[in-house]
């Protein structure tokens, strides 16, 4: 499948004027905790201005102020309030997890919490240190939802088994089926590639530019606002096209800069949305 304005022409629709926030999608991030409170922000910057409708961030408390301070469109609360995380991961559409969680106790209770709970029909993005806690489960103990992965290839070995010069097509797509059916991976690379069963999509775009901290948490944050408006259309294209985009306002952006900043992408997305969805 060939990636490019096309396709994203195909997923990117022009916004029914009939229509509220609720139509685009109610996302809930959880990450952030100390000392990565940066992450989950970048996360929440991106996919706000992706286009998701309702954005609620379960992070740590102390992180709440900063949050607001760049992002006064997302609601937020502390992670540790069980029966509040509870509610909004039931009232999520897509649900990611990861960005600056690390891999305390905390952290491996929150991923048990949104795994016990989450529903076969809920998007579950995760990201960042949440895939090394996932690579230490049971994939057989792993629930039936709309499963996307979005590892490095450090973290795609610790997942799949093969080191970073056996990550080849067919051995990521072997390593792919040991998960449930229908899940997406966005193996994250300087080749970065978007498989689903058969499915791979190699991405043209991209440079060494985006070499930077919070690049992928803000590629997270587009992916899980992509997966919000418009998974009814297809989840594969949702998250390819979501994924070409970040890199492609990267490029354009590296026309003047040495270096492409996370924050400086996610401001570029709504305007990049408008064009391509005209």
Request: positive net charge; charged residues 20%.
């Amino acid at each position: 499948m060939k990636v490019d304005g096309d396709l994203a022409r195909q997923v990117i629709r022009p916004r029914l004027r009939e229509s509220h926030k609720g139509s685009y999608g109610r996302v809930l991030l959880i990450g952030g905790l100390y000392p990565y409170g940066g992450a989950i922000i970048m996360a929440a910057i991106a996919c706000v201005n992706s286009g998701a409708g309702l954005v609620t961030v379960a992070t740590d408390r102390d992180n709440i102020t900063a949050l607001h301070a760049h992002l006064p469109e997302a609601m937020a609360f502390d992670f540790g309030e069980r029966d509040r995380l509870l509610d909004n991961l039931r009232a999520a559409n897509v649900v990611l997890i990861g960005s600056g969680l690390g891999e305390s106790d905390a952290a491996r209770q929150v991923l048990d919490l949104v795994l016990a709970n989450i529903r076969p029909d809920q998007n579950l993005v995760v990201d960042g240190s949440a895939l090394n806690l996932l690579a230490k489960k049971n994939k057989k103990d792993l629930p039936d939802c709309h499963l996307t992965l979005t590892p490095h290839q450090k973290e795609w070995e610790r997942l799949s088994g093969f080191r970073i010069p056996e990550q080849t097509v067919s051995n990521t797509q072997k390593a792919l089926g040991e998960f449930q059916a229908g899940t997406i991976l966005v193996a994250k690379s300087h080749k970065t590639a978007v498989y689903q069963g058969e499915k791979v999509a190699h991405l043209e775009v991209g440079g060494p530019y985006q070499a930077t901290g919070g690049m992928g948490d803000t590629l997270a944050g587009m992916i899980t606002g992509f997966l919000a408006q418009f998974a009814s259309i297809d989840r594969y294209k949702a998250v390819t096209v979501a994924t070409w985009l970040h890199s492609a306002i990267a490029d354009d952006l590296a026309k003047n800069a040495y270096v492409v900043l996370p924050t400086h992408i996610s401001k570029a997305i709504p305007s990049w949305m408008k064009k391509l969805s005209i």
